[in-house]
């Protein structure tokens, strides 16, 4: 199995489940930077995050502690 940032796997090659965001400690802040961006629903109507978003805030987090939003 794949995984990207902060261990979190990665589905179909390019989805993030938002369920495993959601366990992080620091998910408020990312669903503020996450506002504006597309999502993914699956079949069963599980939310996806598009692995590029998750990797692009995750990058910027990491070198910055901010978001593109942030200040």
Known sequence: M???YFGLPV??????????IRR?????FWEESSRG???CEGDEGELF?????WEAF???FIK???H???G
């Open 24 to 28: 992080l400690p620091f998910y408020t």
């Open 64 to 66: 910055t502690g901010k």
């Open 37 to 39: 961006s597309a999502m």
């Open 68 to 70: 593109r939003y942030s």
């Open 58 to 60: 995750s990058d910027l």
């Open 11 to 20: 589905v179909k090659d390019r989805l993030v489940r938002l369920e495993d």
């Open 2 to 4: 794949t995984t990207t």
């Open 49 to 53: 995050v598009y692995l590029n978003d």
